[in-house]
């Protein structure tokens, strides 16, 4: 799933109806979008914002095809109690669900190359492997691996 452009409105630390056109690069048709907003204050200083679902329950989106991801929503920012005047806004795509119930999510590999790295925190799923690997070795790790 590629984000192609987006909008939202935002008023000092307040955003509103964010939205997101984005392409499905897969060879499979989706069914669901989440995306991931970050923010930036005036000092350059960014924060991951929110993961919210795609407001449209009914999105079907074929191979090859664009969609307007809509959230239908006003988020509202603020640090240590203090509002953050938002300058910035980043949308990603967090999460894709697959027509055939198989899910993606960006793994280190596809964060690599921004700053969501050090922004996002590990999946639950990469957090359960790390543990995995840190209790019982790495003969335990690939064994669960080979599972899949």
Same mark, same amino acid.
């Given at each position: 799933?590629?984000?192609?452009n987006?909008?939202?409105q935002v008023? $000092?630390?307040e955003?509103?109806a964010?939205r !997101?056109?984005v392409?499905?690069?897969? +060879? @499979?048709? !989706?069914k669901?979008?989440?995306? $991931?907003?970050l923010?930036?204050?005036?000092s350059?200083?960014q924060y991951?914002a929110?993961s919210l ?5 009914e999105l079907y ?6 969609a307007?991801?809509l959230q239908d929503?006003a988020?509202?920012f603020?640090?240590g $109690?203090?509002?953050?005047d938002?300058?910035?806004m980043?949308?990603?795509v967090s999460m !894709?669900?697959?027509?055939? +119930?198989k !899910? ?5 590999e596809?964060?690599?190359?921004n @700053? ?10 990469e957090q359960r492997?790390m ?5 019982k ?6 064994e669960e691996?080979q599972k899949y």
């Open positions: 799933m590629q984000p192609r987006g909008w939202a008023t $000092g630390n955003i509103r964010p !997101v056109e392409r499905n690069a897969s +060879g @499979s048709p !989706v669901y979008v989440e995306l $991931g907003w923010v930036s204050d005036r350059g200083q991951m929110a679902p795609a407001s449209d329950p989106l074929p191979p090859g095809k664009t307007k991801v929503t988020l509202r603020s640090r $109690g203090r509002p953050v938002v300058q910035r980043t949308g990603f !894709v669900e697959f027509a055939d +119930g !899910v993606w999510v960006p793994n280190q596809d964060l690599e190359g @700053s969501l790295r050090r922004l996002l925190a590990p999946s639950a799923e492997l543990d995995l690997y840190k209790r070795g790495l003969a335990a790790l690939v691996l």
